[in-house]
């Protein structure tokens, strides 16, 4: 980005951009980006609910059996995706790899920087679990290390990372809201 376009930018546009920067000097490298790209993914955070989920389910912990709770934690993510991915089309920013690290890439998906979908997914899918399922607060960490290895790899600016997070708790809360009124009346509690 020349000077004359980093001055039209505003205050809050120049800390993303200036964040970003320091991410591609100081911190972005392609083994950690490799690294990053496979493990902040939706599947790795499964790895970890599914033996917490045997676990619990053995231990007769949780207050609906697994059945009920995958299903559910993955209708209101499934809707919270679909509304970020409304939002990216919407907005179209371009991702720091493309504005900060000038990688030239033809795939649209770079020009969807805007709110992140791996930090808006993962903390609608850890506060369901957490205040709905009662899952440890550890897993609200997930979605923390989600949105930073995706600034880290160069993927989001922060607006994009906490943009996420701010939708992601809406349609988490929005998800504990009806899941404790639906869920009772439907299936009871155990």
Same mark, same amino acid.
């Given at each position: 980005?020349?000077?004359?376009?980093?001055?039209?930018?505003?205050?809050?546009?120049? &800390?993303? !951009? *200036?964040?970003?920067?320091?991410?591609?000097?100081?911190?972005?490298?392609?083994? /950690?980006?490799?690294?990053? #790209? %496979?493990?902040?993914?939706?599947?790795?955070?499964?790895?970890?609910?599914?033996?917490?989920?045997?676990?619990?389910?053995?231990?007769?912990?949780?207050?609906?059996?697994?059945?009920?709770? &995958?299903? !559910? *934690?993955?209708?209101?993510?499934?809707?919270?995706?679909?509304?970020?991915?409304? /939002?990216?089309?919407?907005? #179209? %920013?371009?991702?720091?790899?493309?504005?900060?690290?000038?990688?030239?890439?033809?795939?649209?998906?770079?020009?969807?920087?805007?709110?992140?979908?791996?930090?808006?997914?993962?903390?609608?899918?850890?506060?369901?679990?957490?205040?709905?399922?009662?899952?440890?607060?550890?897993?609200?960490?997930?979605?923390?290390?989600?949105?930073?290895?995706?600034?880290?790899?160069?993927?989001?600016?922060?607006?994009?990372?906490?943009?996420?997070?701010?939708?992601?708790?809406?349609?988490?809360?929005?998800?504990?809201?009806?899941?404790?009124?639906?869920?009772?009346?439907?299936?009871?509690?155990?």
């Amino acid at each position: 980005m020349d000077k004359n376009t980093l001055e039209k930018l505003s205050a809050f546009e120049r &800390i993303d !951009y *200036a964040i970003a920067m320091f991410v591609r000097e100081k911190i972005h490298g392609p083994i /950690l980006n490799r690294t990053l #790209s %496979r493990i902040n993914r939706g599947e790795m955070m499964l790895l970890l609910i599914i033996p917490y989920l045997a676990y619990a389910a053995w231990k007769e912990i949780l207050p609906y059996p697994w059945w009920i709770v &995958i299903p !559910y *934690a993955g209708i209101i993510a499934y809707a919270n995706d679909r509304f970020v991915l409304f /939002l990216k089309k919407l907005i #179209s %920013r371009k991702r720091p790899l493309v504005t900060v690290a000038g990688k030239v890439d033809q795939n649209p998906d770079m020009k969807h920087s805007f709110p992140s979908a791996h930090a808006s997914n993962s903390m609608t899918a850890a506060l369901i679990l957490v205040f709905l399922f009662g899952f440890p607060e550890w897993f609200l960490v997930i979605s923390l290390l989600a949105g930073i290895g995706r600034l880290l790899s160069l993927h989001h600016f922060p607006s994009d990372v906490l943009g996420g997070w701010v939708i992601g708790t809406c349609f988490g809360s929005l998800g504990l809201f009806l899941g404790r009124w639906l869920l009772p009346f439907f299936f009871g509690t155990t």
